[in-house]
């Protein structure tokens, strides 16, 4: 496999407290890596750095060229995507609509253009094809939205709308995809059901990046993963080395985790 995200030394401050302390993290073209940690680990922020939303200290590589000093637009441009933990969509346009403007109009916010300006920009047909060669409906049958293409935002599950928020991203073909708690707020099976679909993401030949405090999400798809401890790294490897790890064991026991198993396989709070 072929490295194409290298994170060396990344750390962030705010004030006197380090959120994120030399975190180092190399990510292959069709791996999916997990990154979990305890409430308050640095998850969150060590995405928000790298993706240029916060500043940083240490280096961040994409496909062999560095990021550092480019604002998160840039970023995007260079083949970074990420998801957010709360999901936007443009309201007034249905599921294959939202996927079509993110293909073909680059990286809108909800936030940043009133949806009757994007109508126009949905107005092709479903098979148009996005930035990497693939077709909006190819991405809506990777994502099983396949029955709610022509929903709009209200009528969705909250499963859909996070697995639609995962397809604005993924229809712009990034190299890298950053998922920041795609499992929040689904019930065990919604959640089951979206581990299902991942690794589809990572067969594409795109690296993807999955922070969640669902373990057992993420030890359930991830082919690797990267453990988190106030700020910095203390263990990485496979599921199964992680789940008996003593260092990852100690860290969730010391923030509330549950050592009624005697594994580090729990499921944490909200916060990142």
């Given at each position: ?29 069709g791996e999916l890596v ?88 949905a107005r092709w047909r ?43 991203a993924l229809v712009a ?100």
């Open positions: 496999m072929t490295s194409v995200f290298q994170a060396r030394g990344v750390s962030v401050s705010f004030g006197g407290v380090r959120a994120v302390a030399g975190v180092d993290l190399e990510i292959q073209a997990g990154l979990i940690g305890p409430n308050g680990a640095g998850k969150t922020t060590f995405i928000d750095a790298v993706t240029g939303f916060v500043r940083h200290e240490g280096t961040v590589e994409l496909d062999g060229s560095s990021l550092d000093g480019l604002p998160p637009h840039a970023r995007a441009q260079r083949g970074l995507a990420r998801t957010w933990q709360t999901v936007e969509l443009f309201d007034d346009l249905t599921v294959r609509e939202n996927l079509t403007v993110a293909a073909k109009g680059g990286r809108v916010s909800p936030r940043g253009m009133p949806s009757r300006g994007l109508r126009g920009l479903a098979d148009d094809i996005g930035p990497g060669g693939a077709s909006v409906d190819e991405d809506l049958e990777l994502l099983d939205l396949k029955s709610a293409a022509d929903a709009m935002p209200s009528e969705l599950t909250q499963a859909e709308r996070k697995r639609a928020g995962i397809g604005r073909r990034p190299k890298l995809l950053l998922l920041d708690e795609p499992g929040a707020g689904l019930d065990v099976r919604q959640s089951r059901e979206l581990g299902e679909l991942l690794p589809g993401i990572a067969r594409t030949g795109m690296a993807v990046l999955l922070v969640d405090h669902d373990m057992g999400l993420v030890l359930s798809v991830c082919d690797r993963v990267v453990v988190l401890d106030a700020g910095a790294v203390i263990a990485q490897g496979t599921a199964a080395e992680i789940r008996n790890d003593g260092r990852v064991i100690a860290a969730y026991l010391g923030h509330g985790g549950n050592g009624g198993n005697g594994t580090a396989e729990t499921t944490t709070g909200a916060s990142s």
